[in-house]
């Protein structure tokens, strides 16, 4: 929780991620922990407001515009 409350300041300093393109939106990510236990929080940003829409762990596949 305390990683995505970083996002209150300063989103955009988080990458697109690499599927921004294939959904159609600036999906942005943030990754956190070690190791095997790396996730990564997707977002997107609309005005001053933060939308998260997953947390995967990163061993997983990319996402579709259908697993947002």
Known sequence: MARMDTLE????????ADEAD???????ELLFGR??????ILFEIQGRVVHILRI?????????????
């Open 9 to 16: 300041t300063q989103p955009e300093r988080c990458r697109l």
């Open 35 to 40: 190791r095997h236990g790396m996730y990564r």
């Open 56 to 68: 995967r762990h990163t061993a997983r596949d990319s996402v579709s515009g259908s697993d947002l």
């Open 22 to 28: 294939d959904v159609g939106i600036e999906l942005r």
